[in-house]
């Protein structure tokens, strides 16, 4: 994780903090057409608590990966909702190297898996309501609960999984509403929870949309993530791969060649556009 700084919100209300920095203003890169945040997880965090203390304005938050980067190409439904949110940032050190490759700079990656916990300290000192929809039933239940364990104070307005029909749908969005929700956290992986959310933002009513995939299974140890020094060197998608190869095989031995070989494409043949 990118050790941002320790922000102490000023707390005036209910998660009311300063605005960050440079106020509203986005600094972001253009890579392979995707608009990414170039935030370290501190400045993650200062975003984030700023949106929920100006619940007037609904916010979308998404991740991406290079998975996701070589999904947004074949994509462009995907690549328009990603670029239609709030906040985009890179939760994966393939996409912060990528980027430098074509010369453009990332902070550097955050991922949820290991910040959560730390912004969960955070959320609870503001008095922000999460509610954890998505994954397998049981899982969000046992991560809001290991969350807890991190964050005694921690609200969680709710829990439910990711399994249900789509005529389930209104009964799921009455039930995140009806628990007074700041922030959904949404983990159905990309980019079905993506599509989920723009789709139903209209009828939520969380400060916060924020697309979380695999994040549930990792922070309730249904799925575990490996050393610690292979997720600090950009081999996390290697433990994923050992974990479970069956189901992403595909995703990591092939994704991560495409997403090598659409960058360099990029970088070698259309230097001028990232
Ligand atoms: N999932 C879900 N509903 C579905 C399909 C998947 O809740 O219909 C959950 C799944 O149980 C897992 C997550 O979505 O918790 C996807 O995780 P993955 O690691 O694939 O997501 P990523 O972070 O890689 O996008």
Redesign the pocket.
């Known amino acids: 994780m990118e050790k941002g700084p320790d922000i102490q919100p000023k707390t005036k209300g209910k998660g009311a903090v300063e605005p960050p920095a440079n106020g509203l203003r986005r600094d972001t890169v253009e890579f392979l057409g995707v608009k990414i945040d170039n935030v370290d997880t501190g400045q993650l965090l200062e975003r984030i608590l700023f949106f929920a203390s100006t619940p007037h304005r609904q916010r979308k938050v998404m991740?991406v990966?290079a998975?996701?980067m070589v999904l947004a190409q074949k994509n462009p439904r995907y690549m328009d909702v990603l670029n239609g949110a709030d906040l985009v940032y890179p939760?994966g050190a393939g996409v912060v190297l990528g980027a430098r490759l074509l010369g453009l700079r990332l902070a550097g990656r955050s991922t949820a898996a290991d910040f959560m916990p730390e912004f969960a300290k955070h959320f609870a000192r503001a008095g922000l309501r999460l509610f954890l929809l998505?994954?397998?039933p049981g899982?969000a239940k046992a991560a809001a609960k290991a969350l807890k364990s991190q964050a005694p104070n921690l609200l969680i307005a709710g829990t439910h999984?990711?399994?249900f029909k789509k005529e389930e749908t209104r009964g799921v969005i009455q039930q995140i509403n009806a628990s007074k929700a700041d922030i959904l956290l949404v983990?159905?992986?990309?980019p079905?929870?993506e599509f989920w959310i723009e789709e139903n933002a209209g009828q939520l009513t969380p400060t916060i949309l924020w697309g979380?995939?695999?994040?549930?299974?990792f922070l309730s140890g249904r799925?575990p993530r490996g050393p610690r020094w292979m997720l600090d060197h950009g081999l996390e998608w290697l433990c994923?791969l050992a974990v479970e190869p069956r189901?992403?095989w595909r995703?990591y031995l092939i994704g991560n060649l495409l997403f090598l070989w659409i960058t360099l494409k990029q970088g070698l043949f259309q230097p001028g556009k990232k």
């Open positions: 991740y990966n998975d996701c939760d998505g994954a397998r899982v999984h990711g399994y983990g159905f992986g990309a079905f929870q979380v995939g695999g994040l549930f299974d799925t994923r189901r992403l995703r």
